[in-house]
């Protein structure tokens, strides 16, 4: 017999990874989301609660909400699921706020109907999210947030995804300055069109950079980790972004550059030890900048949005 009700845990994420713009990401280990979800005999989807943020209640603005709407749709079920949204990652962070929810929406209802649904199928459904979130139905944050680890995004129409190899060793440290960038406006001020000398350079390190995670080649790793093509536009809406990148490459990281559409900055080291020097690194310059921020050091979560005990109604 299936549960009526769950809890899950859903992961923050990075995007893009520099070069990947849209079809890159990884899921962090410790930062996420937790939400509960129990089905209902009254159809449709209900979001009971949402605590931490200032959220829409109502489910079609929602981006939870919608995304359960798409499975319910798609699925026999005829009655509905409630959700309540403890809410840890700030909307308009970087690290995949709207992907989390989302993402642990359709799991968590997948998993109380049974796992009718694979995960790509998941993914699809929790694109809707992110259409809602941001205007455009990319999937590098609800990927990695349902799949774990390093995941692909070969095409989104058809959907067709890959899973990454991620070296043991990689870790990650994430500066989120405490100020908001919605990715809507984030994805406004980018060009439509790249000439195609930035194209060439940007797939040769699209291909470098996941042949090095493959083959666990640090350098190539590190030589890849480079975004002609966005970052320069997106930069200049962070504070401090120069100053902290040459922080984090002093301080031995692989490489450093905007998680998903910023404002937060993300670093890969290889090593704990690494990415804890380059926290501190990154400290000693937001320390000077007046603006408030919060670090994350992180592996990378081979799992993504997973199940956790229900607490005992007695205790
Ligand atoms: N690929 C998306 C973007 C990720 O950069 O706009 C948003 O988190």
Redesign the pocket.
């Known amino acids: 017999m299936q549960p009526a009700r769950i809890t899950v845990f859903a992961p923050a994420?990075i995007?893009?990874l520099s070069c990947g713009?849209?079809?890159l990401?990884l899921a962090l280990e410790g930062v996420g989301d937790l939400m509960h979800l129990e089905l209902t005999e009254a159809p449709g989807v209900e979001i009971r609660k949402v605590s931490g943020m200032d959220l829409p209640l109502q489910a079609d603005r929602n981006v939870a909400g919608v995304a359960a709407m798409a499975l319910l749709e798609a699925s026999e079920y005829r009655g509905g699921v409630a959700i309540e949204i403890e809410k840890r990652i700030k909307p308009g962070s970087?690290?995949?706020s709207?992907?989390a929810s989302s993402a642990g929406a359709v799991w968590g209802l997948n998993q109380l109907l049974g796992a009718p649904f694979t995960t790509p199928e998941l993914v699809g459904f929790a694109m809707k999210g992110?259409e809602l979130a941001?205007g455009?139905a990319?999937a590098?944050?609800v990927a990695p947030a349902l799949m774990g680890g390093i995941t692909l995004v070969r095409s989104t129409d058809p959907l067709d995804l890959a899973r990454v190899h991620c070296p043991p060793a990689l870790h990650t440290c994430v500066l989120h300055p405490q100020i908001e960038l919605k990715?809507s406006d984030?994805?406004k001020i980018?060009k439509t069109t790249i000439p195609l000398k930035l194209g060439i350079r940007q797939w040769g390190n699209v291909g470098g950079l996941i042949t090095g995670f493959f083959t666990e080649d640090y350098g190539l790793i590190s030589r890849s980790l480079e975004d002609g093509i966005?970052e320069p536009v997106?930069s200049l809406l962070i504070p401090g972004f120069t100053a902290l990148r040459t922080a984090a490459l002093e301080a031995g990281a692989l490489g450093f550059g905007?998680?998903?559409?910023?404002p937060s900055v993300f670093a890969l080291t290889r090593g704990l030890e690494t990415a804890q020097a380059v926290a501190r690194a990154l400290e000693a310059v937001y320390g000077g900048f007046g603006i408030p921020y919060e670090i994350h050091v992180s592996g990378v979560s081979r799992e993504g949005v997973r199940a956790l005990p229900e607490a005992d109604p007695g205790s």
Do not use: Q, Y
Not at 258 to 262: D, K, L, T
């Open positions: 994420t995007a893009n713009f849209d079809i990401g970087g690290i995949g709207s992907a992110e941001s455009a990319h590098d944050n990715t984030a994805r980018l966005v997106r905007i998680s998903g559409s910023g």
